[in-house]
């Protein structure tokens, strides 16, 4: 059983900056390949980003790439979303999730999700 919780979120301005923190409960973190996921009013969730349960292997969706940049700290059982040059686009609820499974883009993969942060972005 693995627990997510973020924090981070919160208004910033077009072309401002944000990291996103999701800190995980349990001693099998290190396992799990972790994403980010977002969720914008009226549409379904989409990926944004995910990294290999050592951190060697990252995925991008294209709409962030080159602006939002995924890490993580096994020993501090956390995975970071550092968001710059935000649009107004990227407003949405932020959720990380934790999948048993390699690295993939598909919501139905991952067996735990935190209960989201909001980022709002304004013009």
């Known amino acids: 059983q693995v627990q997510l919780v973020e924090s981070g979120g919160g208004l910033v301005q077009a072309g401002g900056s944000l990291r996103l923190s999701c800190a995980a409960s349990?001693?099998?973190?290190?396992?799990?390949?972790m994403g980010w996921f977002r969720q914008a009013p009226g549409k379904e969730r989409e990926f944004v980003a995910g990294?290999?349960?050592?951190?060697?292997?990252?995925y991008y969706a294209d709409s962030v790439k080159g602006r939002f940049t995924i890490s993580r700290d096994n020993n501090k059982n956390t995975v970071y979303l550092q968001v710059n040059s935000v649009k107004p686009e990227d407003t949405a609820v932020y959720y990380c999730?934790?999948?048993?499974?390699?690295?993939?883009?598909?919501?139905?993969?991952?067996?735990?999700w935190g209960q989201g942060t909001q980022v709002t972005v304004s013009s």
């Open positions: 999730a934790a999948a048993r499974s390699v690295l993939a883009r598909t919501p139905a993969v991952y067996d735990y």
């Open positions: 349990g001693r099998t973190f290190s396992t799990y390949t």
């Open positions: 990294i290999s349960w050592a951190g060697g292997s990252t």
